[in-house]
């Protein structure tokens, strides 16, 4: 009934827009598994990570995938690949012998996506989960990815203890320019309020 209201429609982005949407449909209707899932509405030959519902079809796959996956026969070592051996072309192949992850791409896309998701939880430890972001970004199957995870690491260890925090300057309650390094090595304790506090 809704394709019937798209027939004069030729764009191939809308088209695949709607294909990606329909697949949102199905796994809400929990009718289907993940590989009937991606091999009917997720498949592409490049990832479509420009289309939002693309990456919208591909989060809800694949949430908290890790997590899940590590608890079947198949994907019992991810816990030790990641926290223990850092691994990740381990864990890629790991990934792949899920149905519905049949290539190295979508899995390094994947372990990015739960890496970003699962930071905050406690599934893995954070350093670990750094360390598999640093091999993306020194070794990744694709371009892009390395450069998803460069942001993404940026963005998790952003003012984490023991990461260099961002340079910035402020005017002092005199009305003097004081940058953070001019602080170096000493204890900063910084106070942001609203002038009505």
Not at 91 to 106: E, S
């Amino acid at each position: 009934k809704i394709e019937s209201e798209y027939k004069s429609d030729t764009s191939d982005y809308f088209r695949s827009y709607r294909k990606h949407r329909y697949g949102i449909m199905k796994i809400n209707s929990r009718d289907v598994g993940l590989q009937h899932i991606y091999e009917n509405y997720l498949k592409t030959e490049v990832p479509e990570i420009d289309n939002p519902a693309y990456m919208d079809l591909f989060s809800e796959m694949y949430k908290e995938f890790l997590f899940f996956y590590s608890r079947t026969k198949e994907g019992q070592s991810v816990q030790y690949l990641v926290n223990r051996a850092h691994d990740l072309p381990a864990l890629m192949d790991t990934l792949m012998k899920h149905q519905a992850v049949p290539d190295k791409r979508l899995a390094e896309l994947i372990i990015l996506k739960e890496i970003f998701d699962i930071y905050t939880k406690d599934y893995f430890y954070k350093g670990s989960l750094i360390m598999i972001l640093d091999s993306i970004v020194e070794n990744p199957v694709s371009l892009e990815h390395s450069i998803i995870a460069s942001g993404i690491k940026s963005h998790l260890t952003r003012l984490r203890a023991g990461e260099r925090p961002p340079e910035f300057s402020l005017l002092d309650m005199e009305g003097d320019l004081r940058k953070l390094e001019d602080f170096k090595g000493k204890y900063v304790y910084l106070n942001f309020c609203t002038p009505d506090n």
